[in-house]
C-alpha cells in the first residue's frame, strides 16, 4: 500500500466533468514490466519509496519519496499544457534523529510534461528537478528541497511482490474497494544525502510500492495503518488496516515474503495491528501510535520509531496531516529488519 489509497483536497473554481473511471476488478494480474508506468485513465496512482540508510560515519536516517498522478476530471475537453486534467504532486522526506524531526518538502504541478508528468511503460515521474526513473533495471530518486537533499541509486536484489490476488489488493469486505498493487521489496541503496549542508555518503535498503485505484475510500473509514517491512533475512512484509472512527479494523490484510518459499497472501484474520505506546505532535495535537505490536503470518513483530515527531504536514497539496517514518523491526527480543510506518486520519478523517 505504501500509500494504499491516495487522499487529495483540490480546491478548483471550474466545474468537474462526469468521467467514467475504469474500475479495479479481480482477474486482471499485475503484468510487469509493462504496468510500471502511469496508467493515466484511473483516479489516483502513485509511486512510493520508503528506506533506510547508513552514512559513512554509520549514521542512520530514513528516507521517502511519493509522486502522485491523480485524474482530476477537470479540463479533459481542452488538453494541454496548462490543462488541469492530470496532476503530479510529490512528497520527500530525511528522518534524520539529530534534528529531532522530520525534513520534508513537497511539490505539485500540472501534469504538462515540461515541468511535470508521469510516463506510461516504464517507471519516470517527475516535478521539476525530483524525479523517480528507471534506467537499464535500476530505480533513480532525486530531490533537492530547503532543508536536505540526495540523489539515490536503487537496485533490485529480488523479484517483484505482487499484493493481494496477482496484484488485485482488496481495502474493504466490499471488493469493489480495490487497487492494483505491486511492491519492489529489498532495493539495494546507494548515493549521496546532504543535510544542514552537509554531504554524506550512504548505502542501505529501501522498499517501492506502485498502486492504482479509481475508487473513493470505503465508508465509516476514518484512515489507514500501513507497514513496509525488509527483514534481514532476505524476507519481507506489506500489511495495512484500515480503520473506523474508533480504531477499529474495517479491513487487514498483507502479504509475507519468506526466503524459499512462495509469497503468501495474508487474510484479514491474519493481521492486527496492537498500540504500544503514543506520541502527541506539539503542533496539531494528533496521538500517533510510534510503537506497535504487528501480528501478521504466525509472526509477532513490534515497531519501533526511529524517533517520534516523524509527522508529515501536506495541507498545501494533498491537504492532509500524517504519520510516516522510519522504524525497527523487533522479533523476539531481537532486531531483525527494518522498514516503514504509515498512519492517516489521526488527526481528522482523510478526505477523498
Given amino acids: 500500500m505504501g500509500r494504499m489509497w491516495c487522499w487529495l483536497l483540490l480546491v478548483v473554481t471550474l466545474p468537474a466533468l462526469a468521467v467514467d473511471y475504469p474500475p479495479v476488478r479481480p482477474g486482471r494480474s499485475v503484468s ?40 482530476t476530471g477537470i479540463g479533459e475537453q481542452a488538453p494541454g499544457r496548462f490543462s488541469p486534467a492530470q496532476l503530479i504532486l510529490a512528497h520527500a522526506a530525511v ?25 506510461t511503460g516504464r517507471t519516470h515521474a517527475w516535478v521539476g528537478d525530483w524525479r523517480l526513473e528507471e534506467r537499464d533495471g535500476v530505480f533513480i530518486a532525486e530531490v533537492s528541497a530547503r532543508e536536505f537533499s540526495y540523489s539515490l541509486a536503487l537496485e533490485p536484489s529480488q523479484p517483484p511482490m505482487l499484493n493481494g490476488r496477482a496484484g488485485f489488493s482488496q481495502k474493504a469486505p466490499d471488493p469493489r474497494h480495490a487497487s492494483y498493487y505491486y511492491s519492489r521489496p529489498q532495493l539495494a541503496v546507494s548515493g549521496e544525502v546532504t543535510v544542514d549542508g552537509k554531504r554524506h555518503v550512504v548505502t542501505g535498503r529501501a522498499w517501492l510500492d506502485q498502486e492504482w485505484s479509481s475508487e473513493l475510500m470505503p465508508e465509516g473509514a476514518r484512515g489507514w495503518d500501513w507497514v513496509g517491512l525488509n527483514l534481514d533475512d532476505g524476507g519481507a512484509l506489506m500489511a495495512f488496516r484500515m480503520r ?94 527494518r522498514g516503514y510506518l504509515e498512519m492517516t486520519g489521526y488527526l481528522e478523517t482523510i478526505r477523498m
Avoid: K
Wanted: aromatic fraction near 8%.
Fill in 32 to 71: 510487469l514490466p509493462a504496468d510500471t508506468g502511469a496508467h493515466p485513465g484511473y483516479r489516483t496512482e502513485w509511486w512510493y519509496v520508503t528506506g533506510w540508510l547508513d552514512d559513512e560515519a554509520g549514521v542512520q536516517r530514513g528516507f521517502q519519496i511519493t509522486f502522485f498522478r491523480v485524474r
Fill in 244 to 337: 473506523d472512527g474508533e480504531g477499529r479494523a474495517l479491513w487487514s490484510a498483507g502479504t509475507l515474503r519468506t526466503p524459499g518459499e512462495p509469497d503468501r497472501p495474508l487474510a484479514p484474520s491474519e493481521v492486527s495491528f496492537e498500540v504500544l505506546e503514543r506520541w502527541r505532535s506539539p503542533r496539531t495535537g494528533a496521538e500517533y501510535p510510534v510503537h506497535l505490536r504487528v501480528r501478521a503470518g504466525g509472526r509477532v513483530l513490534e515497531l519501533t520509531a526511529l524517533m517520534p515527531d516523524q509527522e508529515l504536514d501536506s495541507r498545501r497539496s494533498t491537504g492532509a496531516v500524517y504519520w510516516e517514518g522510519a522504524v525497527r523491526v523487533i522479533e523476539a527480543g531481537r532486531e531483525i529488519g
Fill in 95 to 119: 528522518a534524520d534523529a539529530a534534528q529531532g524531526r522530520l525534513l520534508h518538502a513537497e511539490r505539485s504541478a500540472r501534469a504538462s510534461g515540461l515541468l511535470a508528468g508521469a510516463a
